[in-house]
């Protein structure tokens, strides 16, 4: 129990660290200048120590996943995508807005509103199932190395991912999060979005061991 609660204490303490140092100005810098690396980088450490933290608050003590790397890869995959959706999607609603399609071009909040609503309902859930179904994939073939990405998809439930993941974490907690993060001037959304990295990595975390 002593060595679980210092372990703790060594994770949390990493995780502030990571968080300063994406907040620092030269990681500001290199994110605008190498935005895609940034955002690989960001997932893969992030949003794998949010699913770390997960599976510790449901098993109650902390163990390495299997296929650590790999998982955490798929994360900074992810994680390269959402840096071209952030930007497909502001610019998308910018030119709808412009074109008087959607209104209140003049309101910040409208911008980050809507830019956030239509991301999350049309992108957020092929996302979040594509990381369900993965890592359910690399989690088979701990028992089944001959394990196909249809068994992986069979497996998924999808009823719960569906009541819980959809319609509950979009409305509630990353529609409201996304549409701040679009209230924040582009050069600091990559910090908010470091944040939330770790949330959806605990989020989704937390989903898979229920």
């Known amino acids: 129990m002593k060595k679980d609660y210092i372990f703790s204490i060594i994770v949390f303490l990493v995780v502030a660290l990571l968080i300063f140092i994406v907040t620092r100005s030269f990681f500001l810098n290199f994110a ?12 893969f450490i992030l949003a794998t120590f949010g699913d770390f933290i997960g599976f510790r608050i449901k098993l109650g003590k902390w163990k ?4 650590l790397f790999a998982k955490a890869t798929i994360w ?9 959706i952030f930007g497909i999607f502001s610019s998308g609603v910018e030119h709808l807005q412009s074109e008087n399609i959607l ?3 003049e309101s910040i909040f409208a911008f980050a509103l809507f830019t956030s609503i239509l991301m999350n309902l049309t992108f957020a859930p092929t996302m979040m199932a594509f990381h369900r179904i993965t890592d359910t994939y690399l989690n088979l073939r701990v028992d089944n190395k001959n394990v196909s990405f249809r068994e992986a998809v069979d497996e998924v439930k999808w009823n719960k991912f ?3 993941i959809v319609l509950k974490t979009i409305p509630m907690f990353w529609i409201p999060a996304h ?10 959304r ?3 979005a470091a ?10 975390g937390l989903f898979k061991n229920k």
């Open 195 to 204: 944040l939330l990295g770790i949330f959806l990595g605990l989020i989704l």
């Open 103 to 105: 209104p209140f071009e």
């Open 76 to 84: 900074g995959i992810i994680g390269i995508t959402i840096v071209l």
């Open 162 to 164: 569906f009541s819980f």
């Open 190 to 192: 990559i910090i908010f």
């Open 32 to 43: 605008a200048s190498y935005p895609l690396i940034a955002g690989f980088t960001k997932f």
């Open 179 to 188: 549409t701040i993060t679009f209230l924040l001037p582009n050069e600091y």
């Open 64 to 67: 390495k996943p299997d296929y």
